[in-house]
């Protein structure tokens, strides 16, 4: 039986934006524009008549802003928000306002470049949206390209044990839909000298800075947005950059992180399955593996390859992800070692305090 197009509602003020957003959701055989609206008013009135599966919003819009119409929504008819802007990536203000309002991820508007730019921008659009549709709300405080591509384009797989004399246990964890607020959720809660900390939140460019910010002033470890070269270290999280793959690598019993440019993986850049296979093969049974809720496989494979090599791996548990897709394919692969609750997490990440 055929499955049914999920259904968009596109608010923005921009014709030309609405053009554009229409057209690379309808090239979804996943999905259809419903309707779009130039302002929220607009779209309460559409939505009076048919509730969409996903609500695609803009911030800046004339009568009323995109943020107190999503506040409003959410205290009235609970539907799955993707903010579209280019302000949510400018600062951490604008970003913890998205985050506790309620969108579920946010996207950055469409914007010309290279061809292969295109193609990978509108890719990243469609499958936000639709993983945003698959959003359990109650759960939470023709563009596409033709190879699905593996980790072996960043990183080859390696039958090479890694060294086991270490000072301390590495963590790595994993996240996409819903990950913003759940990963604020653990590392907020963390001591501040919790282990090593790396993770891959599927988050487009520039936007990945500025929740690095946002955690680090929420957070008693000190979060930031990785660079190459950069130290692991205890009381510290490094947060991939977004449009780039983020690397465990180690020198003597030391960390560090590569930050490398490479084509999409698992439709992902950063990618979950590029961090968690070089931790394998760089930290071996030191290194402790987390995924979270998000939609895709992204990270399956490379977290598998992780428990391989020793490693410790936890998924999250259904009943608090958002969308229970990444850690429910990694159990599939028989990836996780044991499922726990969100509420868990940081628990457990103190718990490797020596």
Avoid: W
Avoid at 1 to 24: G, N, P
Avoid at 50 to 61: A, F, K, N, T
Avoid at 150 to 173: F, G
């Amino acid at each position: 039986m055929k499955k049914a197009k999920k259904r968009v509602l596109i608010v923005d003020d921009s014709a030309a934006v609405r053009q554009v957003l229409t057209e690379i959701i309808n090239a979804d055989n996943r999905m259809e524009v419903m309707a779009t609206a130039g302002d929220p008013f607009q779209a309460t009135e559409r939505i009076a008549r048919e509730v969409p599966d996903v609500i695609v919003l803009d911030v800046e819009m004339p009568r009323m802003d995109g943020l107190t119409f999503l506040r409003r929504l959410m205290a009235q008819r609970p539907i799955p928000v993707v903010i579209c802007s280019t302000l949510v990536g400018a600062g951490t203000q604008m970003l913890d306002a998205v985050v506790t309002s309620g969108a579920v991820d946010v996207i950055a508007k469409p914007a010309l470049g290279t061809r292969q730019k295109l193609i990978d921008t509108r890719m990243q659009i469609q499958d936000t949206i639709v993983a945003a549709s698959h959003a359990c709300l109650d759960r939470r405080k023709t563009f596409r390209t033709r190879e699905n591509l593996s980790a072996d384009v960043v990183l080859p797989a390696s039958s090479r044990h890694a060294m086991l004399k270490t000072t301390d246990k590495v963590v790595l964890i994993g996240a996409s839909t819903g990950g913003t607020e759940a990963l604020c959720r653990v590392l907020e809660s963390l001591p501040d000298y919790s282990p090593p900390i790396v993770v891959v939140q599927h988050m487009p460019e520039a936007f990945t800075s500025a929740f690095a910010q946002r955690l680090n002033g929420l957070c008693k470890i000190t979060v930031k947005e990785a660079r190459n070269n950069d130290r692991v270290m205890r009381g510290h999280a490094l947060i991939a950059p977004g449009g780039r793959h983020t690397l465990l690598t180690r020198s003597g019993a030391n960390y560090r992180v590569e930050v490398r440019d490479a084509p999409l993986v698992n439709r992902h850049r950063p990618s979950v399955d590029v961090l968690f296979r070089s931790a394998a093969q760089v930290a071996g049974t030191n290194a402790v593996g987390i995924i979270m809720t998000g939609m895709g496989n992204d990270g399956a494979h490379g977290l598998k390859e992780m428990r391989d090599a020793g490693a410790v791996t936890y998924g999250q548990c259904k009943d608090s992800c958002v969308v229970y897709g990444m850690p429910a394919e990694a159990k599939k692969l028989g990836a996780v070692g044991k499922e726990i609750d969100l509420s868990q997490i940081a628990g457990t990440i103190a718990s490797l305090i020596e």
